[in-house]
């Protein structure tokens, strides 16, 4: 089954304690993202990565990063997190970069920064 | 930059009643649209999409018209269902594509 898979899918941490957020797709894409949901806000990119090796900041990059060793995996590393990354984070791939391609997100991961 | 503008919700209606939730956009070029749907603790599903002007969108019986004129795509479905119960993001793809700019999303419920 095509998707795109997260995990964990629930964390709670505490501030400054480094975390990852792995994602992983199985439909051989190039292109891969991260976005976080924030009420009222709706979703924000964080970075997005064109293939492997090849990565670049979204709208809201600070406090993050990330890598692409590999086609399938494009994980989310909080180095030092803080509360107000508290929110509901989805990873999303599509075959190309192309303005009309679609993305398949994740099933998302809650994260709570105490 | 560009940008998405949907009405705010959260919007409830009566099961078989009409639905229109109404999107706007800002954008250089000739951006392609989207509709995505989020059902509750799943991640985004794409809905429907158009990519040129006067393009119409369809899907399990939602539809909406790219309208360069208006800036707009509004979505629409002729009788809601108590499933269709989700928010919806309207979103838009730069000439890039790298990016989809989402609109804040639309809270809907639909009651029996």
């Known amino acids: 089954e095509a998707q795109v898979t997260q995990n964990p899918r629930y964390l709670i941490t505490v501030t400054g304690k480094k975390l990852t957020v792995t994602c992983s797709q199985n439909?051989?894409?190039?292109?891969m993202s991260w976005y976080r949901q924030d009420p009222g806000l709706g979703l924000r990119q964080i970075y997005y990565?064109?293939?492997?090796?090849?990565?670049d900041k979204g709208d809201v990059p600070e406090g993050y990063k990330v890598s692409r060793k590999e086609k399938r995996n494009f994980p989310l590393i909080l180095e030092s997190p803080s509360p107000n990354q508290t929110s509901l984070y989805f990873c999303?791939?599509?075959?190309?970069?192309?303005?009309?391609?679609?993305?398949?997100f994740g099933p998302g991961t809650r994260l709570t920064v105490t | 930059g560009n940008s998405v503008t949907q009405m705010e919700g959260p919007v409830t209606l009566s099961e078989e009643a009409f639905l229109t939730i109404n999107c706007t956009y800002t954008?250089?070029?000739?951006?392609?649209l989207f509709w995505y749907v989020q059902y509750p603790g799943e991640g985004l599903q794409l809905l429907l999409k158009?990519?040129?002007?006067?393009d119409k969108g369809s899907n399990k019986g939602f539809e909406a018209t790219y309208r360069k004129e208006t800036t707009s795509f509004h979505l629409e479905k002729g009788s809601v269902q108590v499933s269709d119960s989700a928010v919806y993001f309207c979103?838009?793809?730069?000439?890039?594509?790298?990016?989809?700019?989402f609109g804040k999303g639309t809270s809907l419920l639909v009651t029996p």
């Open positions: 999303a791939s599509s075959l190309r970069e192309g303005r009309a391609n679609e993305q398949y």
């Open positions: 979103a838009l793809s730069s000439n890039s594509g790298y990016a989809l700019n």
């Open positions: 954008a250089t070029g000739y951006p392609s």
């Open positions: 439909m051989n894409h190039e292109y």
């Open positions: 990565s064109m293939n492997v090796e090849v990565t």
């Open positions: 158009a990519t040129k002007a006067d």
